[in-house]
């Protein structure tokens, strides 16, 4: 028997060509039940059905799909894999691709996170397919801002400029991999990053928390006399926050920081 993407080409009935074609038309690479059904009306299920067990259509999650392109070869669904930012663009409306996801595709971290990292405006619970969490971070309307478009799979993704991603991850260093990911990410990029930038961003987030984890990093990694205007001049808070929100709730106090050491930063570390 011929092994080929024609096999699958002949096996595909009137219906299920109509229903490709028609989304091919509209550049629906990835579509839900609803717009199914309005290509197709009630026999929309049978045959979504039929695609999917000929490996021409891969469910992404109930009620949102994939079309499998040609070029994913003869084992269709089987071999074809989705840009987890392209289906995290479906799940949430506004969104944004931010804190860890967004400092790997910026080139800030090397560290592949298992999770993606959403940003949106109302409370989601996490969602797991195709073997990825996809977690939603609420955030007020106001903290959705320098935010980039990125094409990928032939769709436009949002996802946070480099300098709002790592004021983002001072913001809250439990979704980038906690707080020495996001020291060790400025260490190794601050000729990268445009330091007017993280504070003008950093006080639009209006926690001045932000301002102590970046100063204490600054000094720490003896970067403060490059980029001391980030924090000059900023009144932080009296009390002393919590350094790494991932670490104990104890640790050594820096008054002039007034931050709560929990975690230790070792530059030397990150050399090996």
Not at 39 to 61: E, F, P, R
Not at 91 to 108: D, K, R, V
Not at 222 to 242: M, Q, T
Request: proline share 4%; net charge positive; charged share 25%.
């Amino acid at each position: 028997m011929k092994d080929s993407t024609d096999e699958y080409r002949k096996g595909l009935s009137s219906r299920e060509s109509f229903l490709l074609s028609s989304l091919a038309r509209k550049d629906k690479n990835i579509f839900t039940t609803q717009e199914a059904t309005e290509v197709l009306g009630s026999d929309a299920a049978g045959v979504m059905y039929s695609l999917i067990k000929k490996k021409w259509v891969l469910s992404l999650k109930k009620g949102l799909y994939a079309v499998v392109p040609l070029e994913a070869g003869v084992k269709g669904a089987e071999s074809f894999i989705v840009h987890n930012f392209v289906v995290a663009s479906y799940l949430a409306e506004p969104y944004c691709i931010g804190f860890w996801s967004a400092m790997n595709h910026h080139g800030l971290s090397d560290q592949i996170p298992v999770d993606t990292f959403i940003q949106t405006i109302s409370p989601r619970k996490p969602i797991r397919f195709l073997n990825s969490t996809f977690i939603f971070v609420q955030l007020r309307p106001d903290k959705l801002f320098a935010i980039n478009e990125v094409v990928m799979e032939g769709r436009e993704i949002n996802i946070t400029n480099p300098e709002k991603t790592v004021a983002d991850c001072l913001d809250h260093p439990e979704h980038c991999g906690g707080l020495d990911e996001i020291a060790r990410s400025i260490f190794f990029n601050h000729e990268e990053l445009d330091f007017k930038k993280i504070r003008k961003y950093s006080l639009k987030l209006g926690n001045r928390t932000i301002f102590k984890r970046l100063g204490y990093i600054l000094e720490t990694v003896g970067l403060l006399d490059h980029y001391g205007h980030a924090v000059k001049g900023i009144e932080l808070s009296k009390g002393y926050s919590i350094l790494d929100p991932l670490g104990p709730r104890h640790g050594r106090h820096n008054e002039k920081w007034k931050v709560v050491v929990n975690v230790e930063i070792n530059c030397e570390r990150w050399m090996y």
